[in-house]
């Protein structure tokens, strides 16, 4: 198989990774990493933005039972104010890949720049487009972090976190000036930072 210029050979090893959660103000930068298997293809695997919540849903677990592994890792939002939120996302991504059995030969990078990975990498801008383990990716990491969002609006739900997923909206501006910062904000994030800022 040749794919974006790299040789794979017969039982080459190819992991798909990709991010969720970069623009939030709140919760985990969320990375996932998929090595689909040629023998059980998945129908209708695209971008995770391109598909709907039901349609992202169903997609979630035919994914993890047809890939020959799969991977989901984060880094907190702690992390993401120690590191910044490009430092972070590598992060999540490398723990991600870490957790693969098998570990990948190969691996393919939704985006412009890779990780430090074990392996060699390559990135692939509107990758989830373009490479199917990436699609899957992206559909792992997004109905996981989703997931992860709908449990904080459980936990606090005057934030509205189950419509606008912890992105700057204006009812989620608007409800950090009510209600005030969560342990779960990213305290560096500008509308966070400047809240906090005029509180001290």
């Known amino acids: 198989m040749e794919l974006l210029g790299f040789d794979f050979g017969a039982s080459g090893l190819v992991a798909g990774v990709d991010e969720v959660g970069r623009g939030p103000l709140v919760g985990n930068v969320v990375a996932a990493a998929v090595i689909l298997d040629p023998a059980r ?8 933005k391109k598909l709907s919540e039901k349609k992202r849903e169903a997609l979630f677990p035919l994914i993890q039972e047809r890939a020959l592994c799969w991977a989901i890792a984060s880094a907190s939002p702690a992390e993401i104010d120690e590191l910044n939120i490009l430092h972070a996302t590598m992060l999540a991504m490398q723990r991600a890949v870490a957790a693969l059995d098998p570990q990948p030969e190969y691996a393919l990078i939704d985006g412009n720049r ?10 692939v801008v509107k990758g989830d487009l373009k490479v199917a383990a990436i699609s899957a990716a992206s559909i792992l990491a997004k109905v996981h972090r989703d997931r992860e969002m709908y449990a904080l609006h459980q ?12 992105y700057p909206t204006v009812e989620h501006l608007a409800a950090l000036e ?21 509180e001290s």
């Open 155 to 166: 936990q606090h739900p005057g934030y509205g976190f189950a419509s606008h997923k912890g």
């Open 114 to 123: 890779c990780p430090r990975l074990p392996c060699p990498a390559e990135p």
């Open 178 to 198: 009510r209600l005030g910062v969560l342990a779960e904000h990213r305290r560096s994030f500008a509308p966070v930072r400047r809240l906090l800022g005029a």
């Open 41 to 48: 293809p998945i129908e209708g695997l695209t971008d995770s």
